[in-house]
T-cell receptor, first 113, second 110 residues
């Protein structure tokens, strides 16, 4: 079974630029999550989708972050404009019906300079 | 709100030593508890889980018991290997989302 796919693996941008990350969840998984993991901290949930609807985006900085999940499969997370404090690993995860665990991708390491 | 507290690292051990990483939680209701492991350059992998009080999760020689009376889920392994060097995250799920601790780095030397 293929796992959660994310791209790119690494990205370096200058502050005030924009960036987008892509995630393809495990086939058939209805729930998709984006987490932000700042160095030395645990992952923090940014947004949760159920199919193509948003379940929880209470921790998403909506003035600069946006996310979508068209057709309830792939998802993109965008930052515009980026700030230095956005430097982190962005993790995508998915889970199936009757949640028992979340499966994580390898993450995208973003460095804002 | 719900939260997870882990012991700070790094934890440095010699090969074959006994490992304990402490984890306590605060939650309303009855969450499920998890340990995830993150090897260098990789994403999070589920190590083990427990869904109700007194359950013991185990995998790859690691164990943790869900203790409701002490709100704890400590990770243990009887004999660590160099390949166990990684960052370990304790987490709880309230409904269908995970709340993580800050992680504990384990370094095992030969």
């Amino acid at each position: 079974e293929a796992g959660v796919a994310q791209s790119p693996r690494y990205k370096i941008i200058e502050k005030r630029q924009s960036v987008a990350f892509w995630c393809n969840p495990i086939s058939g998984h209805a729930t998709l999550y984006w987490y932000q993991q700042i160095l030395g901290q645990g992952p923090k949930l940014l947004i949760q989708f159920q199919n193509n609807g948003v379940v929880d985006d209470s921790q998403l900085p909506k003035d600069r972050f946006s996310a979508e999940r068209l057709k309830g499969v792939d998802s993109t997370l965008k930052i515009q404009p980026a700030k230095l404090e956005d430097s982190a690993v962005y993790l995508c995860a998915s889970s199936g019906q009757g949640y028992t665990e979340a499966f994580f991708g390898q993450g995208t390491r973003l460095t804002v300079v | 709100g719900n939260s997870v507290t882990q012991m700070e690292g790094p934890v440095t051990l010699s090969e074959e030593a006994f490992l304990t990483i402490n984890c306590t939680y605060t939650a309303t209701g009855y969450p499920s508890l998890f340990w995830y492991v993150q090897y260098p350059g990789e994403g999070l992998q589920l190590l083990l889980k427990a869904t109700k009080a007194d359950d013991k999760g185990s995998n790859k020689g690691f164990e943790a018991t869900y203790r409701k009376e002490t709100t704890s889920f400590h990770l243990e392994k009887g004999s660590v290997q160099v390949s166990d060097s990684a960052v370990y995250f304790c987490a709880l799920s309230d409904t269908d989302k995970l709340i993580f601790g800050t992680g504990t780095r384990l370094q095992v030397f030969p």
